[in-house]
T-cell receptor, first 116, second 111 residues
Framework: KAGVTQTPRYLIKTRGQQVTLSCSPI?????VSWYQQTPGQGLQFLFE???????NKGNFPGRFSGRQFSNSRSEMNVSTLELGDSALYLC???????????????FGPGTRLLVL | KNEVEQSPQNLTAQEGEFITINCSYS?????LHWLQQHPGGGIVSLFM???GKKKHGRLIATINIQEKHSSLHITASHPRDSAVYIC?????????????FGTGTRLQVTL
């Protein structure tokens, strides 16, 4: 079974631009979660989707948004990029419940975003 | 004060040593995860615990709900265990759940 894939793997943007990151979960997995990792703040939970619905949301501004498609693939979008958005963005999939309900998650390799 | 505290922040061990990484949290939780992150960023989920103890190979994870504490043990450590180990707790806040991460423990195992 293929693992979680994320595209692109690396991205450079400038302040004010917007960016869309993509995540394809493991086949059969319906829950997708997104995380941001920075040297200063560590890992932080962004949001979780299940069956095309956002089920949980972390403490991030409205510039961060996401969606999930009927095939469980998910995208996250960051508008009006700021320098502080430079980070590793990770997505993880699980069968149904997601990590917030105690289910094991499988992580993708991440997208490393640099905002200049 | 962070809701999740890990100790130590950095740990160096020689191959074969028994290693313990600790995670303490300040509020009630419904589950706790241990994650392993290798250089380059890839994360692997090691354990999910809500009570008791779990073992997988040389790794053992325990949790004491009353004391709000979890430990990750590595027996017979090996250089390939060198990674950052992160604990994450699921906090139930009313109608929503929140996943909060510790800052990680960087482990270096030398020959």
């Amino acid at each position: 079974k293929a693992g979680v894939t994320q595209t692109p793997r690396y991205l450079i943007k400038t302040r004010g631009q917007q960016v869309t990151l993509s995540c394809s979960p493991i086949s059969g997995h319906r829950s997708v979660s997104w995380y941001q990792q920075t040297p200063g703040q560590g890992l932080q939970f962004l949001f979780e989707y299940f069956s095309e619905t956002q089920r949980n949301k972390g403490n991030f501004p409205g510039r961060f948004s996401g969606r999930q498609f009927s095939n469980s693939r998910s995208e996250m979008n960051v508008s009006t990029l700021e320098l502080g958005d430079s980070a590793l963005y990770l997505c993880a999939s699980s069968f149904a419940s997601g990590s917030l309900r105690g289910e094991t998650q499988y992580f993708g390799p991440g997208t490393r975003l640099l905002v200049l | 004060k962070n809701e999740v505290e890990q100790s130590p922040q950095n740990l160096t061990a020689q191959e074969g040593e028994f290693i313990t990484i600790n995670c303490s949290y300040s509020v009630g939780i419904s589950a706790l995860h241990w994650l392993q992150q290798h250089p380059g960023g890839g994360i692997v989920s090691l354990f999910m615990l809500s009570s008791g103890k779990k073992k997988h190979g040389r790794l053992i994870a325990t949790i004491n709900i009353q004391e709000k504490h979890s430990s990750l043990h590595i027996t017979a450590s090996h250089p390939r265990d060198s990674a950052v180990y992160i604990c994450a707790v699921v906090l139930n806040t009313g109608t929503a759940s929140k996943l909060t991460f510790g800052t990680g423990t960087r482990l270096q195992v030398t020959l």
